[in-house]
């Protein structure tokens, strides 16, 4: 796509790429039916991957509180500048306890408010569900803006160089954000207790990250990954690429991810086959991890729900059976 048609595209249009396609096939449930019930009976936690996200975890419930999005900023010496980040703190949110934390990174010309402005990711249900049912521990989710510029008049755009600040924003997310969430909220340190996800260029961003400081994440979720980990075209750009295929792997002797796992839907009209490809340059390296597909699914709500909610399932697992 042109740069002058950047311009003309709509802020829906826009969201889809930052924080997936809407979809109204899950409808929230208000009430604690019979059903519902049932189905929170039935879960039972083992290691294998469901395509969706049952409905009981992305629904809304009478009877389980759930946190809220805030707002906060911090100064980032990497880009000279203030920037922002949006978290969701658990419902019941104490100093006094401390909480595993997920790092959500969302796509191409989104924000800090990408996540939180879209209630069609369920991400709040998803994570206030499970963990009132003690599927999982109460969590911190923090969203960033993650497009790490150094010129405030810098934009994102179909272009090596307009991308660029993505690629760039494992210097912030390590060395300002990451010490300052630590500083500023009681979250658990470590490996084990920090997971890092993200949506199509965030996905992208997920994986490049993850290769290079596999050290700090134990759990990570690339979720319709974007192209230009390694060099190739898509309909939109050619990008250049950060390693090259043959770097697709972790250093001899590093410490890899407990679970790294990577999706996308069969019918993603955006990033098509890019996350296959990223599968397959893993196969062929030998990097473990854990490939699935959405059947049906878009560059949608859908793919975005499925990764959260079996990252959480695998990282419930894996804990459990240590």
């Known amino acids: 796509m042109a740069d002058e048609n950047i311009t003309e595209m709509s802020e829906e249009e826009k969201s889809s790429f930052a924080a997936g396609k809407n979809t109204e096939e899950q409808e929230p449930v208000a009430t604690p039916t019979e059903e519902a019930k049932e189905q929170e009976a039935e879960f039972v936690l083992n290691n294998e991957i469901e395509e969706r996200c049952p409905l009981n975890y992305t629904s809304s419930h009478s009877y389980v509180n759930y946190g ?15 920037r922002g980040y949006s978290i969701l703190l658990p419902a019941d949110y104490s100093k006094d306890k ?10 191409i010309f989104g924000d800090e408010y990408s996540f939180s402005n879209d209630q069609g990711n ?24 993650m497009y790490a510029k150094t010129d ?12 660029l600040p993505y690629d760039n924003f494992i210097y912030d997310l390590v060395n300002d954000l990451m010490p300052f969430i ?22 992208r961003e997920t994986i490049y990250i993850t290769l290079q400081r596999p050290e700090l994440f134990g759990y990570v979720c690339a979720i319709s990954a974007a192209p230009g980990v390694v060099p190739s075209k898509d309909m939109y750009m050619e990008h250049p690429g950060q390693i090259e295929e043959s770097d697709m792997r972790f250093a001899d002797g590093a410490v890899e991810p407990e679970v790294f796992i990577i999706c996308c839907g069969t019918k993603d009209s955006v990033v098509g086959s890019f996350p296959r490809s990223y599968h397959e ?6 990097v473990e991890h854990i490939w699935y597909e959405i059947n049906g699914a878009d560059h949608d709500n859908n793919a975005i729900q499925s990764g959260i909610y079996n990252l959480f399932k695998q990282i419930t697992y894996d804990k459990n059976n240590e």
């Open 152 to 163: 405030p008049a810098q934009q994102p755009g179909f272009d090596a160089q307009a991308c």
């Open 68 to 82: 809220e999005y805030t707002h906060g900023t911090y100064y980032s010496e990497y880009c000279g500048m203030e």
């Open 281 to 286: 340059l893993f196969e062929a390296n030998g």
């Open 182 to 203: 630590e500083s500023e909220y009681p979250v658990l340190t470590g490996r084990e207790n920090t997971y890092l996800a993200g949506f199509s260029m965030g996905g």
């Open 98 to 107: 401390q909480y595993p934390v997920l790092y959500l990174l969302h796509g």
């Open 122 to 145: 369920k991400i709040k249900e998803i994570v206030g569900n499970m963990a009132a049912d003690g599927i999982i521990e109460e969590t911190i989710v923090v969203c960033p803006d």
